[in-house]
């Protein structure tokens, strides 16, 4: 029998760290979480202002089912590979879609 994460769990877990990188401490809030049972992923936003509650000033995907689980290093390496976000509005998930002719 295949174990399920529990909601309460989830719930439970925390809101969002701090990690000091080069002297300034950065916020990590989890943005979103696959739904597959297959795949635990976590996208985790970035913010250099603990207040801000706009959208991050970086992200990045990482392997995870909660916030909480994961170590230092970890975020460490989150952090690493995280970039600021797409702001070109102009690209949509199905714009090439435009450029193709039928056939």
């Given at each position: 029998?295949k174990?399920?994460?529990?909601?309460?769990?989830?719930?439970?877990?925390?809101?969002?760290v701090?990690?000091?990188?080069?002297?300034?401490?950065?916020?990590?809030?989890?943005i979103?979480?696959?739904?597959?049972?297959?795949?635990?992923?976590?996208?985790?936003?970035?913010?250099?202002?603990?207040?801000?509650?706009?959208?991050?000033?970086?992200?990045?995907l990482?392997?995870?089912?909660?916030l909480?689980?994961?170590?230092?290093?970890?975020?460490?390496s989150?952090y690493?590979?995280?970039?600021?976000?797409r702001?070109?509005?102009?690209?949509?998930?199905?714009?090439?879609?435009r450029?193709?002719?039928?056939n």
């Amino acid at each position: 029998m295949k174990g399920k994460i529990g909601f309460s769990r989830l719930e439970s877990d925390l809101e969002e760290v701090i990690l000091e990188v080069d002297g300034k401490e950065w916020t990590i809030r989890v943005i979103g979480r696959s739904q597959t049972q297959t795949a635990a992923l976590l996208m985790l936003g970035f913010w250099i202002s603990a207040e801000d509650a706009g959208a991050p000033d970086r992200e990045t995907l990482i392997a995870g089912r909660i916030l909480s689980e994961l170590n230092l290093d970890q975020l460490q390496s989150a952090y690493e590979q995280s970039r600021p976000p797409r702001t070109d509005p102009s690209r949509d998930f199905f714009s090439d879609i435009r450029n193709r002719g039928r056939n």
